[in-house]
């Protein structure tokens, strides 16, 4: 009798289990140019399910609302401008392709100083 309790309840929490999980294979590098006072940051994006949303987080913006965001609709492993006229801040970018989400800049941020 208690196998058979065992066994159903096992049946019960295998049927009722919530699956989760989040198959987040988007991967994206990102770097800063400077040319005088136009920095602008330039990212690669790979293995996205389009459209990928970016959003551009200033840090030392006391608001913590994201600057600038925009819709990427194509462009897998081609480096393109995400975001350029920036002033000098320190940055984040986040990444959102279905249900992943990833950030860019760890906890440092993405450092912008046009004077370089």
Request: with cysteine; proline share 1%.
């Amino acid at each position: 009798m208690s196998t058979f309790f065992v066994s159903i309840c096992l049946l019960i929490v295998g049927f009722n289990k919530n699956e989760s999980k989040i198959d987040c294979s988007l991967e994206a590098t990102y770097r800063v140019e400077y040319s005088g006072k136009n920095s602008k940051v330039l990212l690669t994006i790979d293995k996205a399910n389009y459209p990928v949303e970016i959003k551009l987080f200033n840090l030392e913006d006391a608001s913590y609302d994201f600057e600038k965001t925009r819709i990427i609709r194509k462009n897998d492993g081609d480096e393109f401008v995400a975001f350029d006229k920036l002033s000098d801040s320190t940055y984040l970018i986040q990444l959102i392709s279905g249900d992943c989400k990833i950030t860019l800049g760890g906890i440092e941020g993405i450092e912008v100083e046009n004077s370089l």
